[in-house]
């Protein structure tokens, strides 16, 4: 179970389940096991060797690469040095990479071979870097990450570790396109222990199996290995999503636990012969991120046969909100369009544009107070001031609560997509699709999608003269930026609506592919 008072920080965990449980297996990886007598004598290993290339209480050491074992490692090692771990979303073009590399001023990047190429380009830009460490061997004079990370001394370091200890930034875009650095910090992950200490989604047994298929630059990635080690269960890692392998693991590890975005889900259900696995070890899945089409969770209930809960949360939340319950994804209550009810000791509301609650049943924007809530953005103190006002966190979207205090999301009051769990933002995608020589004004919306929940289509007006293009348009987009913010689908129109100050309207737009969903976002 999970144990505020032994490990009040992330620190703490490592060395208390080395001592409780040595021998038992923390991690699996692609055929590798890590005990956690290992995990913790290498968390040692990388905090002395962190503290050797200068790293100071509050700097920030950033990850790029795709799931892996050594994550925990390095971020159990970070808490240890007291840095904070900043991992890099590994599917961004390049120049977004550097732009969080820099803004982070990370003095330190781990990167994985697939990512070697792109980190050559972007590090002669990033004037705080000090040392980048090749996690899959030495290449162009960088020291491979096993080597030396088995240099350093394995003793404890030493350093009394803080509540206020930014641990873990993760950077989330905003209107701007601008990405914004999440701190969130030991207080802020002990309040979530504290939160979800009897709930069925986050209570793991000793030696329970869990599932980390979400990948580690989200909130959700980050959290599943810690709750798993803060309860001295085993994660299964898998390096990305790929269905066959997925369920494979299912059967082989007896997973108990794991977190699907809908997308995953819908990508199982749709495997040849998924009927006739082995699902019985499952206890509970939690799913979340993006919406959810009632038919596939009605299916997806009866496939697996585990307690399902949905969770709503943000990064700057620490991915908590509301939950629901296992016992609401019952039909005859009602509530599976709902995202379920608020966590003990939190407060959700619903308020106008003054901020005052909305009476029930009426549409407002959601706000949370919560010792979960972040300490702020990173050296973005208007933002966070912004986002923070009157001591709620305001999500910037839009819901109503029932009569019975069940959370219904209506819309985005942002513009923010969310295609297969990633967050998109109309602004960049446009400002990357305004260079086109062919394009006169363009407005980027989220369309539904059965499969990644929404995706992105982009409405042109062309130039006069030029043909519609749709391919080139889409091709040109994914030169300038990663490829799931591309547009998936273009639509030519002779103008797009404005309001008197200019503002596209986007609902406009939107509407006429909503018509006749009962649900806007998950």
């Given at each position: 179970m999970l144990d505020p008072v032994a490990m009040p920080h992330l620190a703490d965990i490592a060395r208390v389940q080395a001592e409780r449980r040595p021998d038992e297996i923390a991690i699996w990886f692609e055929g590798a096991s890590t005990?956690?007598?290992?995990?913790?004598?290498?968390?040692?290993?990388?905090?002395?060797?962190?503290?050797?290339?200068?790293?100071?209480?509050?700097?920030?050491?950033?990850?790029?690469?795709?799931?892996?074992?050594v994550y925990y490692e390095i971020l159990f090692g970070c808490a240890k040095a007291r840095a904070a771990?900043?991992?890099?979303?590994?599917?961004?073009?390049?120049?977004?990479?550097?732009?969080?590399?820099?803004?982070?001023?990370?003095?330190?990047?781990?990167?994985?071979?697939?990512?070697?190429?792109?980190?050559?380009?972007?590090?002669?830009?990033?004037?705080?870097?000090?040392?980048?460490?090749?996690?899959?061997?030495?290449?162009?004079?960088?020291?491979?990450?096993?080597?030396?990370?088995?240099?350093q001394s394995a003793d404890?370091?030493?350093?009394?570790?803080?509540?206020?200890?930014?641990?873990?930034?993760?950077?989330?875009?905003?209107?701007?396109?601008l990405p914004k650095g999440v701190m969130l910090t030991n207080g802020n992950y002990r309040a979530v222990f504290e939160r979800v200490a009897k709930l069925d989604w986050a209570l793991y047994d000793e030696g329970d199996a869990v599932m980390n298929a979400m990948p580690l630059f989200h909130v959700a990635g980050c959290n599943i290995g810690i709750l798993a080690a803060a309860q001295g269960a085993k994660t299964v890692i898998l390096r990305e999503i790929e269905p066959m392998t997925i369920l494979d693991?299912?059967?082989?590890h007896k997973i108990n636990h794991t977190f699907w975005v809908p997308a995953v889900i819908l990508m199982l259900s749709q495997v040849p012969g998924v009927d006739e696995r082995d699902f019985s070890s499952l206890k509970t899945i939690s799913y979340g991120a993006?919406?959810?089409?009632?038919?596939?969770?009605?299916?997806?209930?009866?496939?697996?046969?585990?307690?399902?809960?949905?969770?709503?949360?943000?990064?700057?939340?620490?991915?908590?909100?509301?939950?629901?319950?296992?016992?609401?994804?019952?039909?005859?209550?009602?509530?599976?369009?709902?995202?379920?009810?608020?966590?003990?000791?939190?407060?959700?509301?619903?308020?106008?544009?003054?901020?005052?609650?909305?009476?029930?049943?009426?549409?407002?924007?959601?706000?949370?107070?919560?010792?979960f809530v972040m300490k702020g953005y990173w050296a973005r103190e208007e933002a966070t001031e912004d986002a923070l006002k009157g001591g709620f966190f305001h999500t910037g979207d839009a819901?109503?609560?029932?009569?019975?205090?069940?959370?219904?999301?209506h819309d985005r009051i942002k513009d923010m997509i969310v295609s297969g769990g990633e967050n998109v933002y109309p602004a960049e995608v446009e400002n990357a699709i305004f260079g086109h020589p062919d394009v006169a004004d363009v407005?980027?919306?989220?369309i539904p999608s059965e499969k990644w929940g929404e995706e992105v289509k982009a409405i042109i007006v062309l130039k006069e003269g030029a043909e519609p293009d749709a391919a080139g348009i889409i091709a040109w987009t994914r030169e300038k930026i990663a490829a799931y913010k591309c547009p998936k689908s273009v639509d030519f129109i002779p103008a797009l609506p404005r309001n008197p100050s200019g503002k596209i309207l986007r609902r406009e737009l939107r509407e006429p592919f909503w018509e006749g969903t009962d649900r806007r976002v998950g």
């Open positions: 005990s956690y007598a290992d995990l913790d004598r290498r968390a040692n290993q990388v905090a002395n060797g962190l503290t050797g290339l200068g790293v100071q209480p509050g700097d920030r050491v950033a990850y790029l690469g795709k799931n892996m074992d771990m900043t991992g890099i979303n590994n599917r961004l073009a390049p120049p977004e990479m550097q732009f969080i590399l820099a803004d982070s001023k990370a003095t330190v990047l781990f990167v994985a071979k697939e990512f070697y190429q792109a980190a050559a380009q972007i590090v002669k830009d990033c004037p705080d870097l000090k040392q980048v460490v090749a996690i899959d061997g030495g290449v162009d004079n960088r020291p491979s990450y096993v080597d030396w990370r088995d240099e404890a370091p030493g350093l009394k570790t803080l509540d206020d200890d930014d641990v873990i930034q993760l950077y989330t875009s905003g209107t701007t396109g693991l299912v059967e082989e993006s919406p959810i089409a009632e038919d596939l969770l009605r299916r997806a209930v009866d496939l697996f046969g585990a307690k399902f809960t949905q969770l709503y949360g943000l990064t700057e939340t620490v991915g908590l909100g509301t939950f629901l319950p296992p016992e609401a994804h019952d039909p005859a209550w009602g509530k599976l369009r709902s995202c379920g009810v608020p966590y003990p000791g939190s407060i959700v509301r619903v308020v106008d544009s003054d901020d005052r609650p909305v009476p029930q049943g009426e549409v407002g924007e959601i706000v949370v107070k919560a010792d819901g109503f609560f029932d009569e019975d205090g069940f959370l219904f999301i407005a980027v919306i989220g």
